[in-house]
């Protein structure tokens, strides 16, 4: 076939299309004689194309239809094109594994082996896969066999016929198969050794949970006993030779490859240690000088080949002790030892590719399982069992493990393995490295259905899954210690206060001694009260130890306690309501401004059992309780302090809500997008505030005046106020406006206005414990030099002679937020023109703003302030994303309505909409105004005061991380994050503010 240079066949196009990476090599390959209806038929050019590798698939099947007869060749091809299911199985191996295409070519016939496609083929179990070894009666008959039956099991693996559990659970079986038959052989090969002994071969590790790897070694104890009339030495000796060469058989190397090796170096003693023991000579050193580990790895047992009795004998005389092993002394500590020199064994530049052995590794889910196994397995027969996942739902169905984290453990570790399997498919190599070629990242993310981006998706996923693994398996993994802790009751000798210090101060107390001193005024005596604390603390202690400050949080759950204590309903809500108990441990260890509201009205705990309690209430809702609140009132001082009630329960439940969606729960995992939780915090304040000041409103009217005021009268909010993005610790920026009423003097609706704003501040101000609410009216005209209440018709006069840039400015964002609604609709109305100019800004007015933030830039940042934290005026931070955004408004306002909000985010998607700014820019300033704007709030939720700023304090540090979804030890990735977000936020400001 030739084509035109520089002009592509319609064959290589349609290859492209298809995701073949080298079409000109793939074209050559379709030329072949052997391979020209596959060039002609569409239907095999698709189911290429399907493939995790479409090159590869087409060099595969080249080789395999080259390596045929023409007649069997022809009956292939045809099959291929007729029987979809054969055409997925063979096309979906060859394009995910060199090493079996290389089987294929030499063995082209095998390919026969995937046309079955019955009910007793999808699942097989031993007994069929014995059938498939039937007749290998040497090695490389019975290598060749096994790769037979290797090359079904990818099949269905590749075509999703079966989940990475079944694959993993038929590779042990074949695995079981294969032992058997080996072992056959070596009986075979030595008959009076067979004769002379009873030998069973027992499954440790991955084989013996029915988990296995593609290509893993499979761990193997061997126990043998003689038979009557033959010396036990005698037997042993047979034993050991019958043994070796079983594992010669799997172990060793020919033209036909390997099947994988059998090891036995966990036996006892290890290498050092005899191959074959008797069952009393194992017995006996387990019983004497058997470690921890030993015990931890003796978990999956389970007898495969030889003689079944024997293997039964077996692991029914070491079950007993696996179940005990946790009442060994530093039973605990040896476990998370062991699991720390796995990771620091890694090499350096490995751990970041290596899914098995690192942190957030498959290793990490399987030794949180079986540490919680080995721990309440002990009075516990349901979770004995030597599947990982098995075990796993067995844990989440006794409660030892939460149902959200149970499923995201299951979801991580099927996909670690997926990936696992996929990586050692390709060679049938024993690696758990992931490939750093593209090549090979793109195969792997196809092959496990990744096609739009399949590198990106890949990496995404995959380090989602780890970060899942790594947080759960630190939470996980000390919970045995918990339960032992909390259970702790003074005088008691079963964990003393010296190991019980120890513990808690792993899990990362900073004062254990004053921990454990809590945990006894808690849960010590026989009262139902601290029995139901006994049975809380446990899984409170885990969520304390998650979180940056874990004394904190058990200081406040007591302070907590002891004054709800005597209430019937809050321990049983605690215990009965499966959020309610994790909510109060996050909200309790999250900082400093949620704890302070819960202890001064406890009683609000009853919100965080409540599916619907965290949802913020409606501006409607709280109004019409606030005003009710004061009309029940004696007197305005009395009115206002019940609506400062309101304001600190709504303002804890916006905290709580804000903690929680941002941590996640068991009932409610982290919301994925940190917008969502951004507005919803600023609308909630932002509501809470504005009813604050209709109360407080309402309460200065009635004190003097009764029910009407001589003069209509309104509050507009401005700033953060009337964008509805206010923090927990932002000012409420006001403008007051007035009309008098008809028939009343001017100059007496003034003195009017004044004195109810006088006395509404004069209320708000009052000495309280609650947070402030500070009213800042400074943006009003003239600033603090101006009137503080001014008529309608003033403020429109002075906007249509004397107003400034600024101040046009600073009108973006008013919005009536109390008072009289239509007087509040008639001031907008007012000032529409000058904020949104019909004519646009002139030049000589975007220069002056540009002027006006540079000068603000310059003068206003904080002394000795880093300029790339600096949340409000800081390098890309609120002040350049919200100018910027401003500057569009008043630019584009007028002509395009979807500009004329209050709100910044709003706005930006607006100018997004119109083509005003790019995409990726109007993502790049949304990322970095919603990132500042949590900090801010995360600073006053961990210290209790507002800030611009990161706390340098590394326990409040740590905080603030943990807040925005970084672990602990992380906090320089934080900065580094917040440094690399907003250094890109003020590159788009440079160019769409300033011009540059």
Known sequence: MTTVPGRRSSTFTRLLRHGFTDPSAAERLLDLPELSSVRSDPVLLEALGATADPDLALQGLARLVEAEEADERRVLLDTLVTAKPLRDRLLGVLGASEALGDHLARHPRDWQALVTYEATDLHPGVAEFEQGLAGADDPDSLRVAYRRCLLAIAARDVCGTTDVAEAAAELADLATATLRAALAIARTAAPADAARCRLAVIAMGKCGGHELNYVSDVDVIFVAEPIEGFEESAAVQAATRLAAHMMRICSDTTVEGTIWPVDANLRPEGRNGPLVRTLSSHLAYYQRWAKTWEFQALLKARPVAGDPELGAEYVDAVSPLVWQAADRENFVPDVQKMRRRVVDNIPADRIDREIKLGPGGLRDVEFAVQLLQLVHGRSDATLRSGTTLSALRALAAGGYVGRVDAAQLDDAYRFLRAMEHRIQLYRLRRTHLVPEDAPGLRRLGR????????????????????????????????????????????????????????????????????????????????????????????????????????????????????????????????????????????????????????????????????????????????????????????????????????????????????????????????????????????????????????????????????????????????????????????????????????????????????????????????????????????????????????????????????????????????????????????????????????????????????????????????????????????????????????????????????????????????????????????????????????????????????????????????????????????????LDDYRRITRRARAVVEERFYGA
């Open 447 to 974: 092959s496990l259905g990744m096609r739009t981006d399949p590198i990106t998706e890949l990496n995404q996923a995959w380090k989602r899954h780890a970060s899942v693994v790594r947080r759960l398996h630190e939470k996980l993994f000390y919970r045995p210690l918990l339960d032992a802790v909390a259970q702790l009751a003074p005088g008691e000798s079963r964990l003393s206060a010296k190991a019980a210090v120890h513990r808690l101060e792993a899990l990362g107390y900073a004062d254990p001694a004053a921990a454990l001193r809590h945990l006894e005024a808690l849960s010590s005596g026989v009262s139902r009260k601290a029995a139901i604390q006994r049975t809380l603390l446990p899984v409170l202690l885990g969520w304390f130890a998650d979180s940056a400050d874990p004394d904190a949080g058990l200081l406040g759950f007591r302070k907590v306690s002891d004054a709800l204590g005597k209430t019937p309903w809050y321990l049983r809500l605690l215990r009965d309501e499966g959020a309610a108990a994790e909510n109060l441990a996050r909200v309790l260890s999250a900082g400093r401004l949620a704890p302070d509201l819960l202890l001064r009205a406890p009683e609000a705990v009853a919100l965080l059992g409540d599916p619907q309690g965290l949802k913020p209430r409606t501006r409607e809702h709280l109004e019409q309780e606030v005003l009710a609140a004061v009309g029940r009132a004696d007197g305005a001082e009395s009115a206002v302090a019940a609506v400062r009630g309101v304001r600190r329960r709504e303002l804890f439940r916006t905290t709580a809500a804000d903690l929680i969606g941002s941590y996640g729960t068991e009932e409610n995992p982290a919301e994925e997008d940190p917008g969502a939780l951004v507005d919803r915090v600023g609308s909630a304040v932002t509501d809470l505030n504005a009813v604050t000041i209709a109360g407080a409103l309402r309460a200065a009217v009635r004190e003097q005046w009764g029910d009407t005021l001589p003069t209509r009268f309104a509050v507009i909010g401005m700033g953060r106020f009337g964008g509805h993005e206010l923090g927990y610790g932002s000012d409420a920026d006001v403008l007051f406006v007035h009309s008098p009423r008809e028939g009343v003097d001017e100059q007496e609706a003034g003195r009017a206005a004044n004195a109810v704003v006088a006395e509404m501040r004069r209320l708000l101000q009052l000495p309280t414990v609650d947070p402030p609410l500070i009213i800042d009216a400074d943006l009003r005209p003239e600033g603090k030099s101006g009137p503080l209440v001014r008529t309608l018709a003033s403020y429109e006069a002075y906007y249509r002679r004397w107003s400034l840039v600024w101040e046009s400015q600073a009108l973006l964002r008013a919005e009536p937020v109390a008072g009289d609604a239509e007087l509040g609709r008639e001031f907008i109305e007012s000032i529409d023109t000058l904020r949104y100019p019909m004519e646009g800004l002139g030049e000589d007015a975007v220069r002056e703003i540009r002027r006006l933030k540079a000068r603000m830039e310059s003068e206003r940042l904080p002394r000795g302030a880093d300029p790339t934290l600096h949340t409000k005026l800081g390098r890309g931070g609120l002040s350049d994303v919200e100018w910027t955004v401003q500057l569009m408004q008043m630019q584009h306002g007028w002509v395009e309505p979807g500009l004329r909000t209050t709100r910044t985010r709003e706005a930006l998607a607006a100018a997004r909409a119109a083509e005003l700014i790019s995409g990726e820019d109007a993502q790049t300033l949304d990322e970095a105004w919603v990132l500042a704007t949590r900090v801010r709030n995360a600073v006053m939720l961990v210290r209790g005061r507002p800030g611009d700023t990161f706390p340098s304090g590394p326990r409040e540090l740590t905080a603030v991380g943990r807040y925005l979804g970084y672990e602990p030890g992380h906090v320089g990735d934080m």
